[in-house]
Structures are given as structure tokens and as C-alpha cells.
């Protein structure tokens, strides 16, 4: 197949673009700033139509991850740039495959499942689940969030493309061992003894390990029935203060320092980030991927963990031996 991933030169579209070029697809990247690769890279602005729009005649599938990162202050600047980096180029890929004489089969469109309601309760799948709403005392960066995901949806509703079918890629936290991304993030918490639960612990954790966040684009891409917005999260998420107690386990280290609301608050704003990220509740379930037959290999964060340290063990490994 010849798969096309706009804003893919981040952490997620490396993991795509590297598996799907393995498997011996045809991978195409667009970027603001093409680099050396395996695959090739075209570069593109996020925002018009240039030579880039070549590269949808006879797609098989269109993979637009792009956006800035929203692990940031949530400034008015930055709320700005956020805003306009998930609409710009979800519109402009929208136009890009409306004028193609032979469009792609399919749209994967970058989502969130923060897009769902803060909650303690019922899980929240793609029929069910209640879009937007906060505690009422949470702070409008919860807010912001959900507006963001719920606008970049709507994007692509309103984007003519009939002869293209249409997926929203509801994902939660993918958790994979490269360097900076959220997994190795938290893997250093517990190494340095501060893996302990954040605020009171209460708090779900949506995850998917990154053989079946690529699996599950896959199984996208092929399976015509599935449309609209779907899950991407493994079918067990669990509370934080759960979830980091399995991380040090499978990290091997038996205590991790908690930390109250307020020592996060702190260190989100010494890092340049929001504890959202942290705090926010988010409890999603994977309804249409079960239901359509798609099988987990890691649907249990136990097992995931497990392997991600042995990954990330791994990786160590061979790096001092290059060295």
C-alpha cells in the first residue's frame, strides 16, 4: 500500500512510518522540516496546497497527524498556534483529497480521548461516551482541551470528501520506549523513587502499548465498516495511583514518593506543561475495535509494562555496546 502521514515526523509518526516501511509499504511523510529517512519526506506548510498534494493521487490511506504539541503552557499564544495547527491542516488535507482524481480510500484523522468527560464512573466508548463537560470547579484548560479535539473533529466532518471513507482516531497515551516520549518520561519518575500516584490517585488512565496502536492503524485501514470516531486505548484502563504501582513493579523498584496537587502544579510549570495531562480522568473503552474483531497483545498494562522495560532495557543494552 502507499500510506501518506502528514505531520508525521514526530514521535508517533516515526512509529508508523518506521513499522509500515518494514512491512514493505510505500510511506510517505509531509513535513514543515524533511529530514534523511528510510521513507521518503515531502515537505509542506500545514496550511496550502503545493506539489506536496501529488502524493494523494492513488493513496491508499491518508494518516494526518499533524499539530503542535500540547505539552506546553496553555498561553493565549500558545492556545493559538494549538488551535490553528490541528484545523489549518486538517482542512488542507481535506481540500487536498477533495481535488484528487483518484483519492485516497481512506482517512485516518489524528484525535484525542481527552475529547471525553472527566469522570470516575462508566467507561466512556464511541456511543456512549459524553463528549466535553469538566467538574465544575476543574480550570478552563480542561476546557480548551476538549474544545480543541471536538473543533478538530468537526474539521474534518464538514471537509467534502465522499468518495473518501473517514475515521477519527480517538488515542490515548501510546506508550512506547523512545526517548521523550510520555512512557520513558514516567520510567524515569519511578528509576529516580518519584513513581508514586499523582493528586489522590483516583484519577483513570487511558494507555495503548505501541504494537497495537500500530496494529489497530492498520486493522483502520483495512476494514472498510469501521467509520466516524473510534478508541484507540487498550480495553483496561486504570486509576494512576494502580498504574504507577505496576509501572514500579515491572521496573523493579518497590517505592515511588506520591505527589500532591500541588507539587505538580509546580513542576508543570517549571517543565512548561499543564497537570491536565495529569490529572484529568480519562476512562475509555475501545467498543468498535472489539466489536469489529481486532485482538490486543498487550490488553493488560501489567504485560505491557513488562515488555516496555525489557524494550527499554534492551535499548540500553545495545547502546552501550555501540559505544
Not at 497527524?65 to 498556534?81: D, W
Not at 482542512?91 to 485516518?108: D, T, Y
Not at 462508566?122 to 466535553?132: F, K, N, Q, V, Y
Not at 504501582?245 to 515491572?250: D, G, N, T
Request: proline share 5%.
Amino acid at each position: 500500500m502507499k500510506i501518506v502521514i502528514p505531520g508525521g515526523s514526530g514521535h508517533l509518526g516515526t512509529l508508523l512510518a518506521s513499522s509500515f516501511h518494514e512491512s514493505g509499504h510505500e510511506v510517505v511523510v509531509l513535513s514543515r522540516a524533511p529530514r534523511k529517512s528510510p521513507w521518503r519526506t515531502v515537505r509542506w506548510d500545514g496550511e496550502n496546497l503545493g506539489e506536496w498534494v501529488q502524493e494523494f493521487e492513488g493513496a491508499d490511506a491518508i494518516i494526518n497527524l499533524a499539530g503542535q504539541s500540547v505539552n506546553c503552557r496553555y498561553t493565549q499564544e500558545n492556545r493559538k498556534i494549538i488551535t490553528d495547527s490541528r484545523i489549518k491542516s486538517t482542512n488542507i488535507v481535506g481540500k487536498a483529497i477533495a481535488q484528487a482524481w483518484n483519492p485516497p480510500r481512506v482517512w485516518l484523522q489524528a484525535s484525542t480521548a481527552t475529547i471525553y468527560a472527566h469522570t470516575f464512573g462508566s467507561p466512556h466508548d464511541e456511543a456512549t461516551g459524553i463528549i466535553g463537560g469538566a467538574e465544575p470547579n476543574a480550570p478552563d484548560t480542561w476546557r480548551f482541551s476538549i474544545d480543541v479535539a471536538t473543533s478538530w473533529e468537526r474539521a474534518m466532518r464538514e471537509s467534502a470528501t465522499p468518495n473518501t471513507r473517514r475515521v477519527a482516531m480517538r488515542t490515548a497515551i501510546v506508550m512506547h520506549a523512545t526517548p521523550g516520549a510520555p512512557f520513558d518520561i514516567l520510567l524515569r519518575l519511578v528509576r529516580y523513587g518519584l513513581g508514586g500516584q499523582a493528586g489522590d490517585g483516583r484519577q483513570y488512565m487511558s494507555w495503548i502499548h505501541e504494537r497495537d496502536f500500530v496494529n489497530a492503524v492498520m486493522w483502520l485501514i483495512e476494514h472498510e465498516t469501521l467509520e466516524g470516531p473510534v478508541n484507540l486505548a487498550s480495553p483496561n484502563p486504570l486509576t494512576n495511583a494502580e498504574f504507577m504501582r505496576v509501572l514500579r513493579s515491572a521496573c523493579g523498584v518497590s517505592l515511588g514518593l506520591p505527589a500532591a496537587e500541588w507539587m505538580l502544579e509546580l513542576g508543570a510549570f517549571i517543565m512548561g506543561s499543564e497537570t491536565e495531562l495529569i490529572l484529568k480522568s480519562r476512562r475509555v473503552v475501545p467498543a468498535k475495535l472489539l466489536k469489529s474483531g481486532f485482538t490486543f497483545a498487550f490488553p493488560k498494562w501489567s504485560d505491557a509494562a513488562r515488555d516496555l522495560c525489557q524494550s527499554y532495557r534492551n535499548s540500553a543494552k545495545a547502546n552501550r555496546l555501540a559505544i
